[in-house]
T-cell receptor
Framework: ETGVTQTPRHLVMGMTNKKSLKCEQH?????MYWYKQSAKKPLELMFV???????ENNSVPSRFSPECPNSSHLFLHLHTLQPEDSALYLC???????????????FGQGTRLTVV | TQLLEQSPQFLSIQEGENLTVYCNSS?????LQWYRQEPGEGPVLLVT?????EVKKLKRLTFQFGDARKDSSLHITAAQPGDTGLYLC?????????FGPGTRLSVLP
């Protein structure tokens, strides 16, 4: 149990569907992240939220829309995805996001997304 | 953009063997973390190293941070099938927190 919970664990969606991924952390952390992990590729940082404000968006297509309503919850809204968007989507949290000496990320178990 | 390289990319060994995997960068990091990720799960933090030349041991795992804080190694002694997984290094430099591509280790019984 890492303190970061993601739901659902698995999701299959059509290209015209709208779905949302949910992440919840009760570690008292100030920063939350969405990462994409595809086969044979490094973890790709998608979004960073610090104190509920988006601080980084790494050129992610607009079909991915994050939302951080409070410091404990993070959502990733999905709309008109493509098959190449199929991947493991990981949520993480850390005390702060500045990339400082004590930045240690705690990950959820991920959502395995398949777009058909 | 900071980049971390890891080698080897894949490693398959027999139970009981020793192995070392590497994490390298041309940039200096204030700290470096090692994570292990098992199939279908998220990465789990193993260790953080912060001082150049630092060595940390976690049971059969030995982690070393390079003197210049640009590289790190993970040595596993007498590997077991339970060590199988993706080993990721991640570095923090005060502005960014980046992951390497990982080394996928398979320990065969």
């Amino acid at each position: 149990e890492t303190g970061v919970t993601q739901t659902p664990r698995h999701l299959v969606m059509g290209m015209t569907n709208k779905k949302s991924l949910k992440c919840e952390q009760h570690l008292g952390h100030n920063a939350m992240y969405w990462y994409k992990q595809s086969a044979k590729k490094p973890l790709e940082l998608m979004f960073v939220y610090s104190l509920e404000e988006r601080v980084e968006n790494n050129s992610v297509p607009s079909r991915f829309s994050p939302e951080c309503p409070n410091s404990s919850h993070l959502f990733l809204h999905l709309h008109t995805l493509q098959p190449e968007d199929s991947a493991l989507y990981l949520c993480a949290s850390s005390q702060d996001w500045e990339g400082g000496i004590d930045t240690e990320a705690f990950f959820g178990q991920g959502t395995r997304l398949t777009v058909v | 953009t900071q980049l971390l390289e890891q080698s080897p990319q894949f490693l398959s060994i027999q139970e009981g063997e020793n192995l070392t995997v590497y994490c390298n960068s041309s940039s200096v990091f204030s700290s470096l973390q090692w994570y292990r990720q098992e199939p279908g799960e998220g990465p789990v933090l193993l260790v953080t190293v912060v001082t150049g030349g630092e060595v940390k041991k976690l049971k059969r795992l030995t982690f070393q941070f390079g003197d210049a804080r640009k590289d790190s190694s993970l040595h596993i002694t007498a590997a077991q099938p339970g060590d199988t997984g993706l080993y990721l290094c991640a570095g923090a430099d005060g502005q960014n927190f980046v992951f390497g591509p990982g080394t996928r280790l398979s320990v065969l019984p």
